[in-house]
């Protein structure tokens, strides 16, 4: 199965293709984690990528499309892949058709009121990481770590205001290729507002995977 997952921030799509991954023994590949290895390994497009950001540029489509190709010639993507974070816009989707025939392109939907639920809620220990939420995982003590009893903060983009100009850019980009392989008959809509396990037992039974 060769897919692109396609949602807003806080949908769930990460932790989905962690899941679906696993099932169907395919590689989930994210553009962060591509450009990450490639910068930690110092390949040539590692180094190439390494230099714009430090210079404080937006990485281009040709050198994101790049990565990209590179990765997916990998022998493990030989039996499919889920690309998570690519496409962003119509060129890549378009080289991207040009380097494989996906077979699904699934769209994790959630309204902004659910999206800002999720995010907003999200709070961090600022010296180890570990992170609760005030709805669905809440410390013992409210706005204490459980470990340290340190106060726990609200990262800046956690909060309201940060989240809907996310959503907006979101949308702004993201629109143009839902409509893209919609019309190309490639996408699927799946409402990702249920528990995780629902929405993965959704998505299992809609790629034909058993639900573990």
């Known amino acids: 199965m060769k897919m692109v997952f396609l949602g807003p921030p806080g949908a769930g799509k990460g932790t989905m293709a962690v899941r679906v991954a696993d099932a169907a023994g395919i590689p989930h590949i994210s553009t962060g984690d591509i450009f990450r290895f490639n910068i930690k390994n110092e390949t040539e497009l590692g180094k190439k990528v390494k230099a714009i950001l430090d210079s404080g540029e937006l990485v281009p489509d040709t050198v994101t499309i790049e990565l990209v190709q590179d990765r997916l010639q990998k022998d493990d993507a030989a039996n499919g892949f889920i690309l998570d974070g690519f496409p962003r816009t119509i060129p890549q989707a378009d080289a991207l058709g040009e380097m494989v025939e996906l077979d699904r392109v699934i769209n994790f939907e959630l309204s902004d009121v659910e999206v800002v639920k999720r995010l907003s809620g999200r709070r961090v220990h600022p010296g180890s990481g570990r992170t609760y939420h005030v709805l669905f995982s809440p410390p ?30 979101y949308r702004e980009q993201t629109q143009p290729l839902i409509d893209y392989y919609r019309s190309r008959g490639k996408l699927v809509d799946l409402d990702s507002a249920p528990s995780p396990d629902n929405v993965y037992a959704a998505l299992a039974e809609l790629l034909g995977l058993k639900r573990a």
């Open 140 to 169: 013992r003590v409210e706005g204490k770590d459980d470990e340290t009893g340190e106060p726990l903060v609200q990262r800046d983009d956690d909060k309201e205001e940060a989240i809907k100009n996310r959503l907006n850019v």
